[in-house]
């Protein structure tokens, strides 16, 4: 049907793009932290938030959001994948939550060093990098034998409210007041509009070893 190829084909690209943004990120924390000992609370707390967008991203997803509910109410004998989404969803925060309790640990001084936050982030991109590959070799295959004529539709038009509804935000965004003259300059972590009216993060700072 090309109602599902339509829908399976925009959640691949939605995949791809999480898949760049966590690649993007682990490639990034890698190269800052090589040569590094032992981090600050300010590095352990830009880390954290970082997991932390990452994550809670996930369940804005047009997967999460759509094609699983739907799954579910065709398919109640899915739990079991389902669960092991979950389960990798679960582990992942694991890794989120290694790195915040040492940031709220800070009152005691305690370190973190470099190469245990990097095998933090790794476990933490890595177990999401497996739930897509699962939600691409299973879940959809999944999603084509269990969901069927009409639901289809349903899902398509949920798809297409979702993205009107993004291009509307990025349009909001794009609205400034009049005589309203730039900023020449933003600090480090300060959104920043593009040309073409969407937001884009300012490039952080360098990450620096704590004396």
């Given at each position: 049907?090309?109602?599902?190829?339509?829908i399976?084909?925009?959640?691949?690209?939605?995949?791809?793009?999480?898949?760049?943004?966590?690649?993007?990120?682990?490639?990034?924390?890698?190269?800052?932290?090589?040569?590094?000992?032992?981090?600050?609370?300010?590095?352990?707390?830009?880390?954290?938030?970082?997991?932390?967008?990452l994550?809670?991203?996930?369940y804005?997803?047009?997967?999460?959001?759509?094609?699983?509910?739907?799954?579910?109410?065709?398919?109640?004998?899915?739990?079991?994948?389902?669960?092991?989404?979950?389960?990798?969803?679960?582990?992942?925060?694991?890794?989120?939550?290694?790195?915040?309790?040492?940031?709220?640990?800070?009152?005691?001084?305690?370190?973190?060093?470099?190469?245990?936050?990097?095998a933090?982030?790794?476990?933490?991109?890595?177990?999401?990098?497996?739930?897509?590959?699962?939600?691409?070799?299973?879940?959809?295959?999944?999603?084509?034998?269990?969901?069927?004529?009409?639901?289809?539709?349903?899902?398509?038009y949920?798809?297409?409210?979702?993205?009107?509804?993004?291009?509307?935000?990025?349009?909001?965004?794009a609205?400034?007041?009049?005589?309203?003259?730039?900023?020449?300059?933003?600090?480090?972590?300060?959104?920043?509009?593009?040309?073409?009216g969407?937001?884009?993060?300012?490039?952080?700072?360098p990450?620096?070893?704590?004396?």
């Amino acid at each position: 049907m090309l109602t599902a190829t339509y829908i399976l084909v925009s959640l691949s690209v939605e995949q791809a793009s999480i898949r760049m943004s966590l690649l993007a990120f682990q490639k990034y924390m890698h190269v800052q932290l090589r040569q590094q000992s032992r981090l600050s609370l300010v590095q352990l707390q830009y880390a954290g938030d970082w997991l932390n967008r990452l994550y809670q991203g996930g369940y804005w997803r047009k997967v999460e959001m759509y094609l699983i509910p739907a799954i579910r109410q065709a398919a109640p004998h899915a739990d079991g994948l389902l669960d092991e989404l979950n389960g990798l969803n679960h582990a992942a925060l694991d890794s989120i939550n290694v790195v915040q309790q040492r940031a709220g640990a800070a009152i005691d001084h305690s370190e973190m060093q470099a190469e245990q936050l990097c095998a933090a982030i790794d476990a933490f991109c890595a177990t999401l990098l497996l739930r897509l590959e699962k939600e691409e070799r299973e879940l959809f295959v999944l999603a084509r034998k269990v969901i069927v004529g009409e639901a289809w539709f349903a899902i398509a038009y949920q798809f297409l409210a979702h993205d009107a509804r993004a291009q509307e935000a990025r349009r909001g965004k794009a609205q400034v007041l009049p005589f309203v003259l730039p900023v020449p300059d933003t600090p480090d972590g300060i959104v920043e509009a593009s040309g073409n009216g969407d937001a884009v993060p300012a490039m952080p700072l360098p990450l620096r070893a704590q004396a």
